[in-house]
Structures are given as structure tokens and as C-alpha cells.
């Protein structure tokens, strides 16, 4: 084993890692300890939204280093204005709220949902959210979440998440009791195997959301900031919700989410929410580098391109191996497959020489793809090719 390994055992182990120290990234590709090279279609799960150390968020982060780092969330600074100021603008919401991940902005959006039931709703408080949900690993989110088994791996859970089934409105309906304050979803369900919310299910849920007097919520913290193609996903069915999450993307790759919220939802009084981090100049000035790069004219109809290219690529490869198909929406992709080698394909993949490839198996016959957003149309190429060779390797 490597020095550079050794000493892992001082770190606590939540996850199997394979036995490889990244040092270094640029752009699309990582650096490992040995100098081994990866073509990176993870990207972070979605982090890196414009790929490892872009020059535009390494310029921000050091100059606002160098100016402020945190003058404390009791004081205005700068760039946190500048940066709500520019989500406010590109979406449909009045207020942000920044927080450090994604879990703790979703943990905010169910206590602004509660709250929000306390004021106006005769103490509602029950959010409808949906089976094989990701919504983060805090207890209340872990129980908003609809991945199966947790809702015992750390009971009690929190009470108050029925989970009706995703583009079935029936069983949304089903729920709704006059304890029901909102119904909270992904717009495409990410780590359930890339699943979209069907438009008519989207502007359906709005109608229903009306009809009733419920908040809607979108956890955009996979789907935001350009992933799908357009800035928010939300955007594609064309709905106005209540409340919206983001985190991942919206800090190229550092400790940065929000929560957004229409002005009339907008009612947590002071002391009611807070944190020591929350909206530090030195990581919201690295989402305005993010969001100014996204934002520029033409950088999301790239994003549509390589889209499409990757969406054709994926079915070539369904075609030749006789797999299921693609799915997906923007650079938020997956390859259903015919069999479940997804893991033995991920780590084959890793392992190629002299280069390695990052995929990820979300479920073991569903490949997942979250390429930077500027990737290029040869990387895309690429990636195709290798997978291509690491299907026949792993097959035989
Ligand atoms: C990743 C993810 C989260 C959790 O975000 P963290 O920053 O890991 O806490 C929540 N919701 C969705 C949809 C996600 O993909």
C-alpha cells in the first residue's frame, strides 16, 4: 500500500472506497495518487457542475478569500445578496434562504412548510412526499426520503411523511387529510435510478396542490442549476411552485444550497431558522461564479446538445447489447440495462488502463450519468467508446 494510503483507518468508515487517493482535477478528468488519469462522468454526484477547479469558481473563492470569509450570518455581506438577487431573478421565488447541503435545505423547506401550517393552515403539518424519494441524510429528511429500509435503520422516524407513488396522482390524493400541508418531490427522482416526474404529473400536483390549499415543494438539489437543461426543472412543466431546494450544482463543487420561497409562504419569524455557515461570503461568491457561467448566452442550449448527444449515444448501446433503454432529462441521464453488472461495470470502468472512467450504478441495471455541464462533444464520444469496451469485458 501506498503512503499516501496509509492513515486511512483514522477516518471512520461509512462506505466501501476503492483503494485510490484522488490529488488533483481538471476539467472532466481526475488525477489519482499514482498519476493514473479519469475520464469523470460522476463529477461529484452532480457537485462539479462545471467540471474540477474551473478557473472561473478557483478566481472567485481566492479573491473573496483574500476579502472577507465570514463576517457571521448575524451581518449582511455582499455576495450573499448578489446571489439571491440572481436566483430570485431567473425563477419564480421572492426569498432565499442559503444553507450548506442539501439535506439542510430540505430540513429548512419542511420547517417553513410547518410553520407555514401553524400560521395559516390550523397547525397542518403533514408533507406528502414519494416511495424511492431522495431527500438527505438528517433524521427528518432521512424520513421525507423514500428509500427502502429507512424507515427503520434510525427509528423512530420523524412523524408526518406519508409517501404516495411517483406519477400516480391518485395516490397522492389518497393521502390528503386535513392535517396535509404540502406535497414535496424531486422533479426527476435521482438516486431511485433517474425517474422523471411526468409534466401532466407535475402541473397535476399543482392543480391539486390548489384545489386543497397545499404548499408545493421541488427539491431541485440534483435537478437545479442547469442540470436538466433549462436553469430550474421545474421550468420545463411550465408550474409555479411554493418552495424550491438547491444545493449540489449551485456550488460548482463547495458547501452551498438554498431554499427559495414565494414572498405570501415566506413566514419564519426571527430565531426561528439560522446557522453559522449560512450564506458565507466566500461560498455564495463561489455560486455566483456557478450561476453567472450557467447563465451566460448559449452556455444551456450546450447543454441541450451534448444531452441529445449522450441521449443517442446511450441508445446505440442499447441497441447493439439489446438493453432496455435511456431516460433522463438534460445531462442528468441513465442507461437501463438488461442485466444487474452495473457495480461490476462501474468498477471495470475505474479500472481500464492506462485510463480509468467514473460511472455510477445507482441500482444494479440502471447506469447513471452526470457529466460536467461544459462537457465536451469529444468527451461524450468518448466516454460512449470506453463504456462500449468495459460492456464487452465485463460480458466476455
Ligand atoms: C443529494 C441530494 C440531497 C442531499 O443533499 P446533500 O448535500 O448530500 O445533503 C437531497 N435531495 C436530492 C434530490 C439529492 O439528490
Not at 472532466?28 to 452532480?46: C, I, M, N, P
Not at 469558481?57 to 439571491?84: C, G, K, M
Not at 418552495?243 to 431554499?259: D, E, S
Request: charged residues 20%; negative net charge; proline residues 5%.
Amino acid at each position: 500500500m501506498s503512503t499516501e494510503l496509509s492513515g486511512i483507518e483514522a477516518l471512520m468508515e461509512i462506505t466501501a472506497r476503492p483503494d485510490l487517493v484522488f490529488v488533483r482535477g481538471e476539467g472532466s478528468w481526475l488525477e489519482d495518487h499514482t498519476g493514473k488519469r479519469y475520464l469523470d462522468f460522476v463529477q461529484g454526484w452532480a457537485v462539479t457542475s462545471l467540471g474540477h477547479c474551473p478557473a472561473p469558481l478557483v478566481e472567485a473563492i481566492t479573491a473573496q478569500a483574500r476579502q472577507l470569509i465570514n463576517p457571521s450570518p448575524a451581518f449582511y455581506n455582499q455576495p450573499s445578496i448578489d446571489l439571491a438577487k440572481r436566483l430570485v431573478s431567473a425563477s419564480c421565488f421572492d426569498r432565499v434562504f442559503f444553507a450548506n447541503s442539501g439535506a439542510e435545505a430540505n430540513e429548512g423547506a419542511i420547517k417553513l412548510a410547518r410553520k407555514w401550517g401553524r400560521v395559516r393552515r390550523a397547525g397542518a403539518y403533514k408533507i406528502i412526499t414519494f416511495e424511492n424519494s431522495f431527500h438527505g441524510r438528517t433524521l427528518a429528511t432521512m424520513s421525507a426520503s423514500g428509500k427502502p429500509g429507512w424507515d427503520t435503520l434510525f427509528a423512530p422516524q420523524v412523524d408526518g411523511f406519508p409517501k404516495a407513488r411517483l406519477n400516480d396522482l391518485a395516490s397522492v390524493e389518497a393521502l390528503i387529510d386535513d392535517q396535509t400541508v404540502a406535497i414535496m418531490l424531486e422533479p426527476v427522482q435521482g438516486e431511485a435510478g433517474v425517474l422523471p416526474a411526468s409534466t401532466g404529473f407535475l402541473q397535476a400536483l399543482r392543480e391539486l396542490a390548489d384545489l386543497h390549499g397545499l404548499l408545493l415543494i421541488v427539491d431541485e438539489v440534483q435537478t437545479g442549476m442547469g442540470r436538466t437543461g433549462k436553469m430550474f426543472a421545474y421550468q420545463h412543466a411550465g408550474i409555479t411552485p411554493d418552495i424550491m431546494t438547491l444545493a449540489k450544482g449551485i456550488g460548482g463543487g463547495v458547501p452551498l444550497a438554498a431554499l427559495c420561497a414565494r414572498e405570501e409562504v415566506s413566514v419564519f419569524e426571527h430565531g426561528d431558522q439560522g446557522g453559522t455557515y449560512n450564506g458565507n461570503p466566500l461560498m455564495t461568491a463561489a455560486g455566483i461564479a456557478v450561476f453567472d457561467t450557467i447563465n451566460a448566452p448559449g452556455f444551456l442550449d450546450s447543454v441541450n446538445e451534448r444531452a441529445q448527444q449522450l441521449s443517442e449515444g446511450l441508445l446505440r448501446l442499447v441497441a447493439k447489447w439489446g438493453m432496455k433503454g435511456e431516460r433522463g432529462q438534460g445531462l442528468l441521464r441513465a442507461l437501463l440495462m438488461d442485466r444487474s453488472d452495473g457495480a461490476a461495470i462501474v468498477e471495470a470502468a475505474r479500472n481500464r488502463s492506462p485510463e480509468g472512467m467514473l460511472l455510477n450504478a445507482p441500482r444494479a441495471d440502471v447506469l447513471r450519468f452526470m457529466p460536467a455541464l461544459n462537457v465536451t462533444a469529444d468527451e461524450i464520444d468518448l466516454m460512449l467508446a470506453w463504456l462500449d469496451e468495459t460492456i464487452s469485458q465485463v460480458r466476455g
